[in-house]
């Protein structure tokens, strides 16, 4: 089946420092990724979407200076948390879309949990 | 209003036991329909998609309303491996995006 990976799985940095984030399907070709973040007990938010060879879209309050994306290839997207703070710890998670199957071909990477202390 | 709404739970069933969890979302637009399962601290991950006739895969049925814009799980002979949050997910044809509930934990116990 349809493989993304997503590093790293883990993460603590220090307050102030970058931290980039890779999502790469395996197996197929996605021009669509998607980043999400979730907090403890609540729901996936979507923070952007991440189009191949454009700029990506931002959901409404999410800094788009803050969480850079980069989708240089149909097989690997990266978000970048610059000069992160305590209040970014969170689970980070993408997911791509087969641009074969469509809607019914998203698959998600297995997430980052970011510490910043 | 949010774009997809669902019970949080928990549902605390024991095994064996038939549960069902219902979601309801706002865009009539919509046009794809999933529930996805989430363990803990881990990724989603499909669990079936939901078709307008209604469709099941073993112990697992879901059912699509549309007038009612509401959307069934109904799962059969509960395992304790069931134990996770079933999360409701609606793709807007227009949003060209996944929009997520909040999700219903179920716990199932021996």
């Known amino acids: 089946g349809a493989v993304v990976s997503q590093h790293p799985s883990r993460v603590i940095c220090k307050s102030g420092t970058s931290v980039k984030i890779e999502c790469r399907s395996l197996?197929?070709?996605?021009?669509?990724m998607f980043w999400y973040r979730q907090f403890p007990k609540q729901s996936l938010m979507l923070m952007a979407t991440?189009?191949?060879?454009?700029?990506?879209?931002?959901e409404q309050g999410v800094e788009k200076d803050k969480f850079l994306i980069n989708h240089a290839s149909l097989t690997l997207s990266t978000l970048t948390v610059t000069s992160a703070h305590p209040e970014d710890s969170s689970f980070y998670i993408c997911?791509?879309?087969?641009?074969?199957?469509?809607?019914?071909?998203?698959?998600f990477g297995s997430g980052t949990r970011l510490t910043v202390v | 209003r949010k774009e997809v709404e669902q019970d949080p739970g928990p549902f605390n069933v024991p095994e064996g036991a038939t549960v069902a969890f219902n979601c309801t979302y706002s865009?009539?637009?919509?046009?794809?329909f999933f529930w996805y399962r989430q363990d803990c601290r881990k990724e989603p991950k499909l669990l079936m998609s939901?078709?307008?006739s209604g469709n099941e895969d073993g112990r697992f049925t879901a059912q699509l309303n549309r007038a009612s814009q509401y959307i069934s799980l109904l799962i059969r002979d509960s395992k304790l491996s069931d134990s996770a949050t079933y999360l409701c997910?609606?793709?807007?044809?227009?949003?060209?995006?996944?929009?997520f509930g909040a999700g219903t934990i179920l716990r199932v116990k021996s």
């Open positions: 997911s791509a879309r087969d641009d074969v199957r469509g809607n019914y071909g998203y698959t």
């Open positions: 197996d197929f070709q996605a021009t669509t």
């Open positions: 991440s189009n191949e060879g454009s700029k990506a879209t931002y």
């Open positions: 865009n009539s637009a919509s046009q794809s």
């Open positions: 939901v078709y307008s």
């Open positions: 997910v609606v793709n807007d044809l227009y949003g060209n995006k996944l929009v």
